[in-house]
């Protein structure tokens, strides 16, 4: 058993000896790690449209208070908040008016819902997709007619004996003709009028 912890030592010594005083021996390369891959979990998630019960947004927006004041009946109120969230969709809430281009390109997904919210909550009396068959039928198109224009005031009720209501004289109530909301105007006056066509032509392009 001496012999054999002797042989052992020994040969523990000799590789000991031989990796130490040996110049024509080298250790073995210490292979490199390999890097870590980054978890997909630390990775920053790409921004994804909101969807609420129905109520999606491609840009974050919160329709929430538009449901509800729909719901509820409240059409003056609605009205007014969807003139505003339509600004801050367009981000143009600081001019107060939609302008061509950010018709143009207003989000399809946002515009589906502010109009299916309408046209549910009225019973398929008010909503975009209900002015526009109306603004098509009298000829009109993606460009600005005064006369299409007073004409489809006339047909939904935002004319009276030829002139332009006030937005206080408009009717928020179900009793109003098909398609008198929501209106492009609130309190602070127009907000897209001269943009009728080109939204109805966006709602074209979004297929709604």
């Not at 990796?19 to 978890?39: D, G, H, N, Q």
């Not at 143009?92 to 143009?104: A, I, N, P, R, Y």
Request: aromatic share 10%; proline share 6%.
């Amino acid at each position: 058993m001496k012999l054999a912890g002797l042989v052992v030592g020994g040969f523990v010594l000799a590789v000991v000896g031989q990796s130490i005083f040996s110049p024509t021996l080298r250790p073995e390369a210490t292979a490199k790690p390999e890097p870590t891959p980054i978890s997909e979990a630390t990775t920053k998630p790409e921004p994804r449209p909101i969807e609420d019960g129905g109520l999606i947004s491609s840009v974050g927006m919160d329709y929430t208070k538009l449901r509800d004041l729909l719901t509820e009946g409240r059409w003056k109120q609605a009205n007014d908040e969807t003139v505003r969230v339509m600004l801050v969709v367009a981000k143009q809430e600081k001019e107060g008016l939609l302008f061509m281009t950010s018709v143009e390109n207003f989000p399809c997904k946002d515009l589906q819902t502010i109009d299916k919210l309408w046209v549910k909550h009225s019973n398929s009396r008010f909503g975009f997709s209900v002015q526009k068959p109306i603004y098509q039928s009298l000829g009109g198109t993606r460009e600005f007619n005064r006369n299409i224009a007073e004409a489809f005031g006339e047909k939904i009720g935002w004319r009276k004996e030829r002139k332009w209501k006030s937005y206080s004289e408009l009717t928020f109530d179900k009793i109003a003709p098909p398609g008198h909301l929501p209106s492009d105007r609130s309190a602070g006056g127009f907000r897209w009028g001269l943009t009728r066509g080109i939204l109805f032509s966006r709602m074209d392009t979004c297929k709604l």
